[in-house]
């Protein structure tokens, strides 16, 4: 019996939530006495998908053949059943991401798997199989019981620590002849990997108390001093002071960034949805009753035109 886990990569480098991953599968494993078994599709070099072995990976599986096909959803679903089955899997492990929320209800019913998207935390208990997951937008959380034998997990970022327990990784190359998807890829419009936003390990994000477009200086000072990208909340993307690929939240991007900066936000649950998975959170506002400081880590109550001057220049003497 094994643990699959289905990696994702842009462009042939693995994304954050990766390693996790595989830790997270690796930390399951000690308690159920299971192999872990990677999955990589596509155009990614046996170096990256190695590297994984380092978090518990005991066998990595490579299938080249699919880069295009793979962009369907059913190819997918047919191609993680066939290896489920050959790899007489127990335990189905993926992110919730966009990609992870369309396969993995097609995934439960071909396995006929318990399916429990968003998962928080390691199972409280193995018998029953009950894991935690966020709920109405991560105000509450729900404690789920599966039921079949085989079950599928999709993980929200940050859900548990990254420990390393290196491992001696079986490598397989595999070709699979699922059938083609019925729609047909006319382009693909690539990514710039490196300046993602859902991938950036810091985010300084700007709200309405930015007071306008011609007000964005600092933060994006801010943000090149931390080598982080930059978001902004809904009303400040629908007033067209920023881009709407910046927006974060629930109608915008689901962030999970290692640290990230709230400057002039008030933190309405909508964009809480989008950002509430982060380690850390800090917030500067104005309103020392914000919601946002309801979940921060730490925060500054003050003029975000005051405070961000301070903060640069504390920032820029770290170099």
Not at 32 to 54: F, H, M, N, W
Not at 123 to 139: A, Q
């Amino acid at each position: 019996m094994s643990i699959i886990v289905y990696i994702e990569h842009l462009e042939g480098k693995l994304k954050k939530q990766s390693r996790e991953l595989v830790s997270y599968a690796s930390q399951l494993a000690e308690k159920t006495s299971q192999k872990v078994t990677a999955v990589g599709v596509g155009d990614i070099s046996r170096e990256e998908l190695e590297s994984l072995s380092r978090f518990g990976a005991s066998k990595i599986i490579h299938c080249g053949n699919l880069e295009a096909a793979a962009l369907e959803n059913q190819v997918y679903t047919q191609l993680l059943a066939e290896i489920f089955e050959k790899e007489s899997g127990e335990i189905l492990i993926l992110a919730n991401s966009f990609t992870g929320k369309a396969i993995a209800p097609r995934l439960s019913v071909r396995l006929k798997a318990g399916l429990v998207a968003g998962v928080v935390d390691l199972p409280e208990s193995l018998d029953p199989f009950v894991v935690k997951k966020k709920i109405f937008n991560g105000k509450a959380f729900a404690h789920s019981q599966i039921l079949t034998k085989s079950k599928i997990l999709s993980l929200n970022s940050n859900a548990c620590e990254v420990k390393e327990k290196p491992a001696e990784s079986e490598w397989e190359e595999f070709s699979s002849q699922v059938s083609a998807p019925k729609a047909e890829i006319v382009d693909v419009s690539k990514m710039d990997a490196d300046n993602l936003l859902t991938e950036a390990s810091i985010v300084v994000s700007g709200g309405r108390g930015m007071k306008g477009a011609d007000k964005w200086k600092p933060i994006e000072e801010l943000a090149s001093l931390l080598k982080a990208a930059t978001a902004c909340s809904k009303p400040v993307s629908d007033e067209g002071w920023r881009p709407h690929e910046e927006h974060v939240g629930q109608t915008g991007k689901t962030i999970a960034p290692d640290l990230y900066i709230a400057v002039g936000i008030s933190g309405a649950v909508q964009h809480l949805a989008g950002v509430s998975s982060s380690k850390t959170i800090v917030a500067i506002n104005s309103d020392k009753d914000a919601p946002i400081f309801e979940i921060a880590d730490y925060g500054i109550i003050g003029d975000a035109h005051e405070v961000l001057p301070a903060f640069i220049q504390s920032v820029s003497k770290l170099d």
